[in-house]
């Protein structure tokens, strides 16, 4: 917040014509500083505050009227001396609300941001973003969403996940950053930066695709990127899918826990495509391929095993 903004501010709420938001604001505001800067303030003299005072007045063009909007003056007074601490609370008060959006396993979500862009979120997953964007449109991601952004030069668009940052400008691409995942970043359309935990950046277009390999860098491959948001059009994609990762997929789609007996086969490879396909169909085929035996011990709760002779 610039100063001539707060003193615009001040000078506002000394009139008595803030909004309800901007009175309550300024009073929060007065109130960390005066908590903040207590020590600050009892080291300042009655006279050099005095005059930083009537600096400040001076700017505002008005005559001190109130012992309250007076002392509270004079803490911020400080800010005049070159603290820049409080503007980082007056910038806290100011702060837009922000809002997290959730899915549960087999659930997904349609999200419509206020500049215009749209975010899909498959389920297990979160995003969180402010109510109303500022200079810049930033995101928080859990798990896997397809974004598509709507362009603007001026408020880059940035999407922070557990361990890649990606910005863009105006697009369309998918993150699948699910903890148990390596974080594939795949575009549909456009052009987009992805910045690694250590810092290295790579930019990918059109289906490219991003891969952050654990205890490695940044990989880019090419993929066919429709295929990485198949599962919008409820389309499961298995293309050399191990079948640790392939059974995260299947929870998460349908809600339930499996438990895969044999650790051996974590490493299985499992390649096919399921379009609204049931659950027992599913697993069926991937049994049926690699000569595995399923067991439900209830509904939602499921063992995959060898399959014995």
């Given at each position: 917040?610039?100063?001539?903004?707060?003193?615009?501010?001040?000078?506002?709420?000394?009139?008595?014509?803030?909004?309800?938001?901007?009175?309550?604001?300024?009073?929060?505001?007065?109130?960390?500083?005066?908590?903040?800067?207590?020590?600050?303030?009892?080291?300042?003299?009655d006279?050099?505050?005095?005059?930083?005072?009537n600096?400040?007045?001076?700017?505002?063009?008005?005559?001190?009227?109130k012992?309250?909007?007076?002392?509270?003056?004079?803490?911020?007074?400080?800010?005049?001396?070159?603290?820049?601490v409080?503007?980082?609370?007056?910038?806290?008060?100011?702060?837009?609300k922000?809002?997290?959006q959730?899915?549960?396993?087999g659930?997904?979500?349609?999200?419509?941001?206020?500049?215009?862009?749209?975010?899909?979120?498959?389920?297990?997953?979160?995003?969180?973003?402010?109510?109303?964007?500022?200079?810049?449109?930033?995101?928080?991601?859990?798990?896997?969403?397809?974004?598509?952004?709507?362009?603007?030069?001026?408020?880059?668009?940035?999407?922070?996940?557990?361990?890649?940052?990606?910005?863009?400008?105006?697009?369309?691409?998918?993150?699948?950053?699910?903890?148990?995942?390596?974080?594939?970043?795949?575009?549909?359309?456009?052009?987009?930066?992805?910045?690694?935990?250590?810092?290295?950046?790579?930019?990918?277009?059109?289906?490219?695709?991003?891969?952050?390999?654990?205890?490695?860098?940044l990989?880019?491959?090419?993929?066919?990127?429709?295929?990485?948001?198949?599962?919008?059009?409820?389309?499961?994609?298995?293309?050399?899918?191990?079948?640790?990762?392939?059974?995260?997929?299947?929870?998460?789609?349908?809600?339930?826990?499996?438990?895969?007996?044999?650790?051996?086969?974590?490493?299985?490879?499992?390649?096919?495509?399921?379009?609204?396909?049931?659950?027992?169909?599913?697993?069926?085929?991937?049994?049926?391929?690699?000569?595995?035996?399923?067991?439900?011990?209830?509904?939602?709760?499921?063992?995959?095993?060898?399959?014995t002779?």
């Amino acid at each position: 917040m610039k100063k001539e903004s707060f003193l615009l501010l001040v000078e506002k709420y000394e009139k008595g014509t803030c909004t309800p938001e901007e009175k309550i604001a300024v009073e929060a505001f007065f109130d960390k500083m005066q908590d903040q800067t207590l020590d600050i303030e009892n080291k300042l003299s009655d006279e050099k505050g005095d005059v930083i005072l009537n600096k400040i007045f001076s700017e505002l063009q008005v005559q001190p009227k109130k012992y309250s909007i007076r002392k509270a003056l004079k803490v911020a007074a400080v800010l005049v001396t070159g603290l820049t601490v409080a503007f980082s609370v007056a910038k806290f008060a100011f702060k837009p609300k922000e809002i997290t959006q959730v899915t549960a396993k087999g659930e997904k979500k349609e999200i419509f941001l206020e500049d215009g862009s749209v975010i899909v979120l498959n389920s297990n997953s979160s995003v969180t973003y402010p109510e109303k964007f500022e200079t810049t449109r930033n995101i928080e991601l859990v798990g896997q969403a397809y974004f598509k952004v709507f362009r603007d030069v001026k408020r880059p668009f940035v999407v922070q996940t557990h361990d890649v940052k990606v910005r863009v400008l105006g697009t369309s691409f998918d993150i699948n950053s699910y903890n148990h995942h390596d974080t594939k970043v795949s575009v549909i359309t456009g052009k987009v930066e992805v910045t690694s935990p250590t810092g290295k950046k790579v930019q990918i277009t059109k289906n490219q695709q991003a891969d952050l390999i654990k205890n490695s860098d940044l990989q880019i491959s090419t993929e066919n990127s429709d295929d990485k948001i198949a599962w919008i059009s409820n389309t499961i994609i298995l293309k050399n899918t191990k079948l640790s990762e392939t059974v995260k997929i299947i929870e998460n789609w349908y809600n339930v826990d499996i438990t895969i007996e044999d650790q051996e086969l974590n490493d299985l490879t499992i390649s096919g495509k399921f379009k609204d396909e049931k659950l027992e169909n599913v697993l069926e085929s991937i049994a049926y391929l690699k000569q595995l035996k399923i067991n439900y011990t209830t509904k939602n709760q499921i063992t995959i095993r060898k399959k014995t002779s």
